[in-house]
Structures are given as C-alpha cells and as structure tokens.
C-alpha cells in the first residue's frame, strides 16, 4: 500500500488486516508505561490541515508519536499557502524536506488524489517517496475515519458481516458517510442510509446500500446507528426548515433510541450538536461508543502508518 486515499481502493482482505493491524498495536500498548514503540523511529510523518480538525489531527500525530515517527503539524494558516502557495508547490515542498509520509485534509474532493499524483511522478526531483493519507478532501472520502468506525463496531458486535448499521442525517455534505458505506459493504454489512431527500446526494441510488426517508421504521432492525454531523459550514441554501424541525424527524431522542434492539451501538464521527442530531442522555448512555470511536482512531491511524511506511504485508 502506496497511499491510503479512498476506501473503494480497499478489499476486504486488505481492510481486515489494517484492523487486525491496529488490534495488534493496541494490545502492545497495554500495560505500557511509556507508550512508544520504535516501529517508525527516522521517519518523518506531517499532518497539513487546510481545514479544522480535532479528532483526526490530534489522533494522527499521537499515533505517529507512539510509533516513534517524527511528526510535525502544519497549518494552512499559519504556512506560505496564506501566501498564495498552490497546492502542488506545497506538497512538492513537503516531499522536498524529507516527508515520509503527508497527513492533508482539503476542502477540495479530490485533492489528496493530486498530492499522490504528483509524490508518484516527482519523486526524481524531489528525492522523496512520499506517500499521501487523506485525511478528508471536501465533501469525498475520509478514509481513516470509516476504518476506526469498522473497529469500533467490531469491538462491539463482534463481526460485521451480517449486519445492518443505519447512517442517518446530512449525507449529501458528508465525507464520513460515503466512506462508511462503501467499506461498510465491502466487510459485508447491510448499509441503510436514513436522511430527507435534501439531504441526499445524486447518484446514491448507485452506492452499496439502502435509502430510506423514515428515522423510526428503520430503528427496531438496526444492530448500529450511525448520526451524522449536520455541516452547516457547506450549506449554502436552506435544506431543512429548522434545527428544531431536523430534531423531531431526524434526531436520535431518547424515546428513539429506546426503539433500537437492546445490543445496538449508537457511534458519531463528532463534533456533535447535542440536542438536534442526538440527545445528551443517547450520546453519553451505555450504547453510545462515541468515546470508544475517538479512542479507535489512534490504533487505526498507527495501522495505517505502519502498512505505509514500515512495509507490512498486503
């Protein structure tokens, strides 16, 4: 594995074995005092965020830590792209410096696509082989984040295949949920997307799941359900009356989750708005495996890492 840049470029062979990997990694973690393991040591990884991130930055670059990597954070804000540097100029420039690895996340659906084009073809000049992890590009894919929602939900029911996990809320704007069904079917689950007709893409009539209008009828099947944020940072226009109309059809309300089969896991990639997309009392219950979600994603991320650079079998 070169670059990690869409998961339709995972089997489910490949898949399994990056969670398998990051199983692994967890268990030699375990009992640590010190939570360093030199599997990366003389590797320079760098997380670029053009884009605001808590969760997946923060994860990336612990987990480059705990494999001993150098990791170095760049902010678009705080680097020459403020200064009219394009995207190219900036990824050549990372390669240049000795790169191992690039961590972006880009408004642009397709950007890290680019960056791996031009790490392939420029290597010559640069004396770099770098290789590009997609951290999200525009309204995409987010790649790591369907991996650490696979490992959440197998921590929790065991096996995915044979599965229906519910997705629900705003899946025209979200990278997270075109993700999760794409390698949520190549691991075998049976994918629902639940979410108004506004809030649906075009074409999603030819992704690898369901489509469903109704919150309710769908809950009493569902072994996980999975509330996406509603990015209202990408909406431009109106496409549901209001935050409180969006709750009453769409949220997950206590008396919604108590429709859920009593083995049912509630995740959310997070930030989550409490109150409209799920319930304070939902997000923090039994069920709920938000935190077991954020937690996942340092192991999933230094699996990731790891078949990257320190060349773990495929």
Sequence with gaps: MKHLLSVTDLDAATATG?????DRLKQAL???????LPTLRGRTVITMFYENSTRTRVSFEIAGKWMSADTVNVSASGSSVS???SLRDTSLTLSAMGADC???RHPASGSAHRMAAWADRDHGMTGTHTSIVNAGD???EHPTQA??????????LGSIAGRRIGIVGDVLHSRVARSNVFLLATLGAEVVVIAPPTLQPVGIGQWPCRVSPSLDAELPALDAVMMLRVQAERMHGSFFPSSREYAIGYGLSEARAAL???HAVVLHPGPMVRGMEIAPSVADSPASAVL???ANGVHVRMAVLYHLLAGAPE
């Design 102 to 104: 690039v961590v972006v």
């Design 138 to 140: 525009g309204t995409h």
């Design 292 to 294: 077991a979600q954020v």
């Design 18 to 22: 990056l969670l398998d990997t990051a």
């Design 147 to 156: 991996l650490l929602d696979a490992a959440t939900l197998r921590d929790r």
């Design 30 to 36: 375990l009992g640590r005092e010190v939570r360093k």
């Design 83 to 85: 200064k009219g540097e």
């Design 260 to 262: 859920l089969p009593g």
